[in-house]
Protein backbone atom coordinates (compact mmCIF):
# COMPACT_ATOMS: atom_id res chain seq x y z
CA UNK A 1 0.00 0.00 0.00
CA UNK A 2 0.95 4.10 -0.16
CA UNK A 3 2.75 5.48 2.34
CA UNK A 4 1.43 7.89 4.68
CA UNK A 5 3.98 9.80 6.64
CA UNK A 6 2.08 11.86 9.14
CA UNK A 7 3.62 14.35 11.88
CA UNK A 8 4.76 15.23 14.74
CA UNK A 9 4.29 12.19 16.45
CA UNK A 10 3.27 13.46 19.18
CA UNK A 11 2.66 17.47 20.49
CA UNK A 12 2.54 18.81 24.37
CA UNK A 13 0.49 22.38 24.20
CA UNK A 14 -0.45 24.75 26.47
CA UNK A 15 -4.20 25.56 26.32
CA UNK A 16 -4.92 28.58 23.99
CA UNK A 17 -2.08 27.85 21.45
CA UNK A 18 -2.52 26.62 17.54
CA UNK A 19 -1.40 23.15 16.57
CA UNK A 20 -0.70 22.28 13.28
CA UNK A 21 0.39 18.87 11.91
CA UNK A 22 0.91 17.39 8.14
CA UNK A 23 0.87 14.09 6.17
CA UNK A 24 3.00 13.91 3.13
CA UNK A 25 2.75 10.91 0.50
CA UNK A 26 4.70 9.95 -2.46
CA UNK A 27 1.87 9.19 -4.19
CA UNK A 28 -1.05 11.43 -4.89
CA UNK A 29 -4.52 11.30 -3.51
CA UNK A 30 -8.20 11.99 -4.75
CA UNK A 31 -9.20 12.65 -1.31
CA UNK A 32 -7.70 13.37 2.19
CA UNK A 33 -9.54 12.98 5.59
CA UNK A 34 -8.70 13.97 8.59
CA UNK A 35 -9.64 11.93 11.90
CA UNK A 36 -9.94 12.04 15.57
CA UNK A 37 -9.70 8.99 18.14
CA UNK A 38 -10.05 9.36 21.40
CA UNK A 39 -8.94 6.49 23.82
CA UNK A 40 -10.67 3.21 23.39
CA UNK A 41 -12.84 4.69 20.53
CA UNK A 42 -13.18 4.48 16.49
CA UNK A 43 -11.58 7.36 14.85
CA UNK A 44 -14.37 10.31 14.30
CA UNK A 45 -14.14 12.34 10.59
CA UNK A 46 -13.00 15.68 11.16
CA UNK A 47 -12.93 17.48 7.66
CA UNK A 48 -12.84 15.57 4.43
CA UNK A 49 -11.13 17.30 1.32
CA UNK A 50 -11.86 16.87 -2.11
CA UNK A 51 -10.17 19.09 -4.73
CA UNK A 52 -6.16 20.26 -4.64
CA UNK A 53 -5.78 23.26 -3.06
CA UNK A 54 -9.24 22.75 -0.85
CA UNK A 55 -9.09 24.58 2.13
CA UNK A 56 -11.88 23.63 4.74
CA UNK A 57 -12.93 24.04 7.96
CA UNK A 58 -14.80 23.26 10.77
CA UNK A 59 -15.11 24.80 13.51
CA UNK A 60 -11.60 25.48 15.20
CA UNK A 61 -10.17 23.18 12.45
CA UNK A 62 -8.51 23.53 9.24
CA UNK A 63 -7.40 21.47 7.28
CA UNK A 64 -6.38 21.82 2.98
CA UNK A 65 -5.85 19.36 0.32
CA UNK A 66 -1.78 20.53 -0.84
CA UNK A 67 -1.89 21.41 -4.47
CA UNK A 68 0.44 18.49 -6.07
CA UNK A 69 -2.04 16.52 -4.39
CA UNK A 70 0.38 14.64 -2.53
CA UNK A 71 0.41 16.53 0.80
CA UNK A 72 -2.18 17.79 3.70
CA UNK A 73 -2.15 20.02 6.70
CA UNK A 74 -4.76 20.31 9.77
CA UNK A 75 -4.40 23.16 11.84
CA UNK A 76 -6.28 23.78 15.50
CA UNK A 77 -6.66 27.00 16.35
CA UNK A 78 -7.02 28.01 20.11
CA UNK A 79 -6.47 24.13 21.74
CA UNK A 80 -8.82 23.37 24.54
CA UNK A 81 -8.71 20.51 26.96
CA UNK A 82 -10.97 18.35 24.98
CA UNK A 83 -8.66 18.57 21.77
CA UNK A 84 -6.78 15.37 23.50
CA UNK A 85 -6.55 12.46 21.06
CA UNK A 86 -4.50 11.05 18.47
CA UNK A 87 -5.49 12.83 14.95
CA UNK A 88 -4.81 10.34 11.69
CA UNK A 89 -5.02 11.34 8.43
CA UNK A 90 -6.24 9.07 5.05
CA UNK A 91 -5.50 8.90 1.62
CA UNK A 92 -8.55 7.85 0.17
CA UNK A 93 -7.07 5.73 -2.66
CA UNK A 94 -6.69 2.61 -0.69
CA UNK A 95 -7.98 4.04 2.76
CA UNK A 96 -4.60 4.08 4.38
CA UNK A 97 -3.57 5.64 7.60
CA UNK A 98 -1.00 8.15 8.69
CA UNK A 99 0.49 6.47 11.80
CA UNK A 100 -1.43 9.48 14.01
CA UNK A 101 -0.37 12.63 15.86
CA UNK A 102 -0.88 12.23 19.79
CA UNK A 103 -2.07 16.01 20.90
CA UNK A 104 -2.06 16.52 24.34
CA UNK A 105 -3.25 19.67 26.12
CA UNK A 106 -2.13 21.21 29.50
CA UNK A 107 -4.58 23.40 31.15
CA UNK B 1 -30.50 6.04 14.19
CA UNK B 2 -27.54 4.89 11.15
CA UNK B 3 -24.28 3.22 11.93
CA UNK B 4 -21.82 0.94 12.57
CA UNK B 5 -21.76 -1.48 15.20
CA UNK B 6 -18.61 -3.77 16.47
CA UNK B 7 -19.88 -6.20 19.47
CA UNK B 8 -18.30 -7.02 22.09
CA UNK B 9 -16.48 -4.01 23.20
CA UNK B 10 -14.05 -6.30 25.43
CA UNK B 11 -13.29 -10.03 24.44
CA UNK B 12 -11.10 -12.45 26.11
CA UNK B 13 -9.44 -15.70 24.58
CA UNK B 14 -7.41 -18.03 25.09
CA UNK B 15 -4.31 -18.91 22.65
CA UNK B 16 -4.99 -21.69 20.34
CA UNK B 17 -8.56 -20.57 19.78
CA UNK B 18 -10.23 -19.07 16.91
CA UNK B 19 -12.26 -15.89 17.35
CA UNK B 20 -14.86 -14.23 15.57
CA UNK B 21 -15.41 -10.16 15.76
CA UNK B 22 -18.97 -8.93 14.80
CA UNK B 23 -19.29 -5.72 12.35
CA UNK B 24 -22.95 -4.85 11.28
CA UNK B 25 -23.58 -1.45 9.52
CA UNK B 26 -26.67 -0.13 8.52
CA UNK B 27 -25.36 2.81 6.24
CA UNK B 28 -25.90 0.79 3.01
CA UNK B 29 -22.79 1.05 2.44
CA UNK B 30 -20.91 -0.92 -0.21
CA UNK B 31 -17.15 -1.35 1.06
CA UNK B 32 -16.43 -2.44 4.36
CA UNK B 33 -12.89 -2.42 6.14
CA UNK B 34 -10.78 -4.41 8.95
CA UNK B 35 -7.85 -2.44 10.84
CA UNK B 36 -6.24 -3.47 13.51
CA UNK B 37 -4.28 -0.78 16.25
CA UNK B 38 -1.89 -1.30 18.34
CA UNK B 39 -0.96 1.04 21.67
CA UNK B 40 0.44 3.84 20.44
CA UNK B 41 0.21 2.98 16.82
CA UNK B 42 -1.75 3.60 13.73
CA UNK B 43 -4.35 1.72 12.02
CA UNK B 44 -3.49 -1.21 9.91
CA UNK B 45 -5.59 -2.59 7.09
CA UNK B 46 -6.29 -6.48 7.62
CA UNK B 47 -8.94 -6.92 4.17
CA UNK B 48 -11.38 -5.17 2.79
CA UNK B 49 -14.44 -5.89 0.71
CA UNK B 50 -15.95 -3.62 -2.09
CA UNK B 51 -19.06 -5.67 -2.52
CA UNK B 52 -20.57 -8.71 -1.63
CA UNK B 53 -19.16 -11.95 -1.66
CA UNK B 54 -15.63 -10.14 -3.09
CA UNK B 55 -12.81 -9.03 -0.44
CA UNK B 56 -8.89 -8.28 -0.80
CA UNK B 57 -6.09 -8.82 1.40
CA UNK B 58 -4.77 -5.89 3.06
CA UNK B 59 -1.50 -4.98 5.02
CA UNK B 60 -1.56 -7.52 7.59
CA UNK B 61 -3.81 -10.31 6.58
CA UNK B 62 -2.25 -13.09 7.71
CA UNK B 63 -3.81 -15.38 10.50
CA UNK B 64 -7.04 -13.45 9.90
CA UNK B 65 -10.04 -14.64 7.59
CA UNK B 66 -13.46 -12.90 6.58
CA UNK B 67 -16.37 -13.38 4.96
CA UNK B 68 -19.04 -10.99 2.88
CA UNK B 69 -22.33 -12.76 2.49
CA UNK B 70 -24.14 -9.79 3.43
CA UNK B 71 -23.74 -6.34 1.87
CA UNK B 72 -24.71 -5.50 6.12
CA UNK B 73 -21.97 -7.60 7.70
CA UNK B 74 -18.09 -8.04 7.28
CA UNK B 75 -17.18 -10.28 10.35
CA UNK B 76 -13.66 -10.78 11.18
CA UNK B 77 -11.76 -14.09 12.46
CA UNK B 78 -8.61 -14.41 14.51
CA UNK B 79 -7.72 -17.38 13.76
CA UNK B 80 -4.57 -19.74 16.21
CA UNK B 81 -2.01 -18.86 13.31
CA UNK B 82 -2.36 -14.91 13.68
CA UNK B 83 0.91 -15.26 16.30
CA UNK B 84 -0.02 -11.87 18.77
CA UNK B 85 -3.65 -11.43 17.95
CA UNK B 86 -3.89 -8.94 21.47
CA UNK B 87 -5.11 -5.93 19.75
CA UNK B 88 -7.82 -3.54 19.07
CA UNK B 89 -9.53 -4.09 16.47
CA UNK B 90 -11.63 -1.28 14.13
CA UNK B 91 -14.25 -1.78 11.26
CA UNK B 92 -14.85 1.12 9.06
CA UNK B 93 -17.50 1.40 5.79
CA UNK B 94 -17.85 3.51 3.34
CA UNK B 95 -20.18 3.93 0.06
CA UNK B 96 -18.40 2.77 -2.71
CA UNK B 97 -17.91 5.23 -5.75
CA UNK B 98 -18.79 8.99 -6.09
CA UNK B 99 -16.88 12.12 -4.59
CA UNK B 100 -18.61 11.76 -0.78
CA UNK B 101 -16.14 8.45 0.24
CA UNK B 102 -15.99 8.98 3.90
CA UNK B 103 -15.23 6.29 6.17
CA UNK B 104 -16.80 5.78 9.09
CA UNK B 105 -15.94 3.93 12.49
CA UNK B 106 -17.25 1.34 14.40
CA UNK B 107 -16.37 1.80 17.86
CA UNK B 108 -13.80 -1.23 18.13
CA UNK B 109 -13.33 -4.44 19.49
CA UNK B 110 -10.27 -4.96 22.20
CA UNK B 111 -9.39 -8.54 22.07
CA UNK B 112 -7.02 -9.66 24.45
CA UNK B 113 -5.84 -13.51 24.32
CA UNK B 114 -4.55 -14.77 27.43
Known amino acids: GQQLNQSPQSM ?7 VSMNCTSSSIFNTWLWYKQDPGEGPVLLIALYKAGELTSNGRLTAQFGITRKDSFLNISASIPSDVGI ?7 DMRFGAGT ?3 VKP | DGGITQSPKYLFRKEGQNVTLSCEQNLNHDAMYWYRQDPGQGLRLIYYSQIVNDFQKGDIAEGYSVSR ?8 TVTSAQKNPTAFYLCASTKAGGPNNEQFFGPGTRLTVL
Open chain 1, 12 to 18: FIQEGED
Open chain 1, 87 to 93: YFCAGHN
Open chain 1, 102 to 104: RLT
Open chain 2, 69 to 76: EKKESFPL
